[in-house]
């Protein structure tokens, strides 16, 4: 229709006409083909109905003496919840100072329970090997009263192992003295002469200028004996202080750098 001229009835009622005449025809189609297709006798949809019908038939024979719960039943499991009374953590809530306390103490029990790292251990200088010296008095002829190889030389301040041996037929000893103290060693040996206690003493003197020394060695026998070289260089006589020997029967031990 127009909006600038009016239309006449008969004009309206053959638009009308016409719209039906349409809605009609499309209703038609649809029809038309829905019978080509067939759908209502379609065997497949036949099939799901019945499944859908099996299982409906299988859910409610599953459920057959179930027990289905009641108002009463709703009412008594929801007040089982508001009987029990909330749980109540040790545990302090982060951010309180509480908790900043609990936190130090776990830290301590951690600490206190985790095996301390062993401190690394101080290396010892290694000792060096110990000198092995064999000192022998003289045995042929008998009682010559004097030292084999009589000079000997060591590094300052080693380690000695000193085996002395007596092949001779009188007693012998060895006693080393400090630099320059033969003589006055020597004299304290004669000394003893007088002393009812020095065959105890093995006839060694007592006195700091003796470094090291051995027991009487009876013939055939022989001692070990072990000791420090002190560390200042020199000649440290070395003499067997059994009364009027030590005069013939000395020798040096050189102690060098």
């Keep these: 229709m127009s909006n600038t001229v009016d239309s006449s009835p008969l004009q309206r009622l053959g638009i009308f006409l016409l719209g039906l005449i349409a809605f009609a025809a499309f209703g038609l189609v649809a029809w038309i083909g829905f019978k080509v297709s067939g759908a209502d006798n379609d065997s497949n949809y036949a099939k799901q109905s019945q499944d859908r019908i099996a299982k409906v038939m299988a859910s409610d024979k599953a459920q057959e003496g179930a027990v289905i719960p009641n108002n009463s039943d709703l009412e008594k499991f929801a007040n089982t919840f508001l009987d029990q009374k909330a749980k109540v953590t040790k545990k302090p ?10 936190m130090k103490e776990q830290a301590a029990k951690q600490a206190a329970n985790t095996p301390k790292a062993e401190e690394p251990k101080e ?18 002829p008998p009682g010559t009263m004097k030292f084999e190889n009589a000079d000997i030389s060591v590094k300052a301040g080693s380690k000695v192992i000193l085996t002395f ?7 012998h000893n060895f006693v080393l003295t400090k630099i320059g103290k033969k003589d006055a060693v020597g004299a304290l040996a004669d000394a003893m002469l007088t002393d009812p206690e020095a065959l105890k003493k093995q006839y060694v003197p007592e006195s700091d200028d003796v ?22 260089p020199g000649d440290y006589p070395y003499i067997c202080t059994f009364p009027g020997h030590w005069r013939l029967m000395n020798g040096i031990l050189k102690v060098t750098k």
């Design 93 to 102: 809530v982060p951010g309180t100072e509480a908790f900043n306390e609990w």
């Design 123 to 140: 290396e010892k200088p290694k000792e060096e090997a110990a000198v092995k010296l064999t000192l022998k008095a003289v045995g042929n």
């Design 165 to 171: 041996e007596n092949p001779d037929v009188l007693q």
């Design 211 to 232: 470094i090291a020394s051995t027991k009487l060695v009876n013939p055939t026998q022989s001692e070990v004996i072990e000791f420090t070289l002190p560390d200042e």
